[in-house]
Nanobody, 124 residues
Framework: QVQLVESGGGLVQAGGSLRLSCAASGRTFSSYTMGWFRQAPGKEREFVVAINWSGSTTIQADSVKGRFTISRDNAKNTVYLQMNSLKSEDTAVYYC?????????????????WGQGTQVTVSS
C-alpha cells in the first residue's frame, strides 16, 4: 500500500512558477513509476508528466513541454513537479499517482495509487 500526499499548490500569476511535492509512504517507493495528472472543472483528468523508478526516463504532455519538469528523490520518498511559465489554462487540481509498472505511463488507468490533489490557480 502506498499513500500519497501532495503539497505546494496555490495562486500564482501567469508567467510565474510553482513547485509541487508529493510525499509517499511505504518502503517500495523507489520501485514505482510516478506521474502527475490534472483535472480542470468540467474536464476529464489528463496526463501531465511521468518519471520512471530511477529517474532516468521522463515523459511530458505536449501542452507542458519545456515548462514543466518532474523529478524524484527516492531517499526522501518524494516526487516533485516544477512548473514554470504558468498559463491560465494550467489551472486545475493536480494529482500525484504511483504505478507498479511503467506501462503506458500516460494512461490514468495504469496507476494504482492516487493522492487527494492540490489546487493550482493561475491568474491572467
Amino acid at each position: 500500500q502506498v499513500q500519497l500526499v501532495e503539497s505546494g499548490g496555490g495562486l500564482v500569476q501567469a508567467g510565474g512558477s510553482l513547485r509541487l511535492s508529493c510525499a509517499a509512504s511505504g518502503r517500495t517507493f523507489s520501485s514505482y513509476t510516478m506521474g502527475w495528472f490534472r483535472q480542470a472543472p468540467g474536464k476529464e483528468r489528463e496526463f501531465v508528466v511521468a518519471i520512471n523508478w530511477s529517474g532516468s526516463t521522463t515523459i511530458q504532455a505536449d501542452s507542458v513541454k519545456g515548462r514543466f519538469t518532474i523529478s524524484r528523490d527516492n531517499a526522501k520518498n518524494t516526487v516533485y513537479l516544477q512548473m514554470n511559465s504558468l498559463k491560465s489554462e494550467d489551472t486545475a487540481v493536480y494529482y500525484c499517482a504511483a504505478a507498479r509498472r511503467w506501462g503506458s505511463a500516460r494512461f490514468h488507468g495504469d496507476y494504482d495509487y492516487w493522492g487527494q490533489g492540490t489546487q493550482v490557480t493561475v491568474s491572467s
